[in-house]
């Protein structure tokens, strides 16, 4: 992935407890969107939770630079609990 950096692809990294407008307002998921629900994600307080995804960093990259496109790694949490899924993962996006 290092070598990205060199085609002006850029790194974004983010918190990993997230607000709920960058995890889902400011990604125009509505209030009543079942990825809101409690069984889904691990909420700390009312509006701040683990990140279900990495998009979040994409939104606050896409607030301060000119420079969009990258790629964006780091662990998202999602309550699964079954077998073959655990409750945090690494999630690679990237955006062009």
């Not at 630079?65 to 690494?90: A, E, N, Q, W």
Request: glycine share 4%.
């Amino acid at each position: 992935m290092f070598y990205l950096c060199f085609l002006w692809f850029f790194r974004g990294e983010g918190p990993e407890i997230e607000l709920d407008y960058y995890n889902f307002e400011a990604l125009n998921i509505p209030k009543d969107h079942p990825a809101r629900d409690m069984q889904d994600t691990f909420y700390i307080e009312d509006i701040l939770f683990l990140r279900t995804h990495t998009s979040p960093v994409q939104v606050r990259v896409m607030e301060k630079s000119v420079l969009r496109c990258g790629f964006y790694r780091g662990k998202v949490y999602r309550r699964d609990s079954d077998v073959s899924h655990t409750p945090m993962f690494i999630k690679l996006k990237d955006c062009w």
